[in-house]
Nanobody, 125 residues
Framework: QAQLMESGGASVQAGGSLRLSCAAS????????RGWFRQAPGQEREGVAG???????MYADSVKGRFTISRDNTKNTLYLQMNSLNPEDTAMYYC???????????????????WGQGTQVTVSS
């Protein structure tokens, strides 16, 4: 049974930092794309960052220069380092995974096979 489990969400003040983790188990793709998404109340789920097993990395414009996605394939774990957080970053953050490369459709939630339960990030001003 495939499972993704996020951790690291918290309440922080604007300007602060957090590091999210997503541990994966129960599935194996020869090549996969993993992504971080977020969803604020009343809003659509949006792609934050994606990373392929080949090291290809993509970011949403809203987080470029502030967030860093990485993965440790030996631990089967995905990370999201978030710096310079602002209240607009407040959301439930989800990790997701799918087979294949990340190009083009990395930010489309419907393209992902596996999802975690989410971890809450709250940024206060």
């Amino acid at each position: 049974q495939a499972q993704l489990m996020e951790s690291g969400g918290a309440s922080v003040q604007a300007g602060g930092s957090l590091r999210l983790s997503c541990a994966a188990s129960g599935y194996k793709f020869s090549s996969d794309c993993r992504g971080w998404f977020r969803q604020a109340p009343g809003q659509e789920r949006e792609g934050v960052a994606g990373i392929g097993q080949d090291g290809t990395i993509m970011y949403a414009d809203s987080v470029k220069g502030r967030f860093t996605i990485s993965r440790d394939n030996t631990k089967n774990t995905l990370y999201l380092q978030m710096n310079s957080l602002n209240p607009e970053d407040t959301a439930m953050y989800y990790c997701a995974a799918r087979a294949g490369l990340c190009y083009g459709s990395w930010s489309i939630p419907e393209r992902y096979t596996y999802w975690g339960q989410g971890t809450q990030v709250t940024v206060s001003s």
